[in-house]
Nanobody
């Protein structure tokens, strides 16, 4: 059983910053990829950023230059630092991990609201 616990969401003004965290717990041998997705009302869930165990990162074009994803392998935790937030960043943000290159797990989601 694997659980993901997200934190750090909330209400922030445009131009502000926030840091999301997601800790994985349970029976974990190797987390290959950790990432953040988001889903705005009426839209499909989309990838925001991902990071491999070795540290290779991938970002959505919409957040490049404003977001930084990082991970602490010892703590099974992934972070997403987002700066210069825009109202269009408003969404529910979901943590996602891939275990053993086979099993994917999702967090429960954390709301991020950016006011203009």
């Amino acid at each position: 059983q694997v659980q993901l616990v997200e934190s750090g969401g909330g209400l922030v003004q445009a131009g502000g910053s926030l840091r999301l965290s997601c800790e994985a717990s349970g029976t974990i041998f190797s987390i290959n990829v950790m990432g953040w997705y988001r889903q705005a009302p009426g839209k499909q869930r989309e990838l925001v950023a991902s990071i491999t165990r070795g540290g290779s990162t991938n970002y959505a074009d919409s957040v490049k230059g404003r977001a930084t994803i990082s991970r602490d392998n010892a703590k099974n935790t992934v972070y997403l630092q987002m700066n210069s937030l825009k109202p269009e960043d408003t969404a529910v943000y979901y943590c996602n991990i891939l275990l053993n290159n086979r099993y994917a797990y999702w967090g429960q989601g954390t709301q991020v609201t950016v006011s203009s």
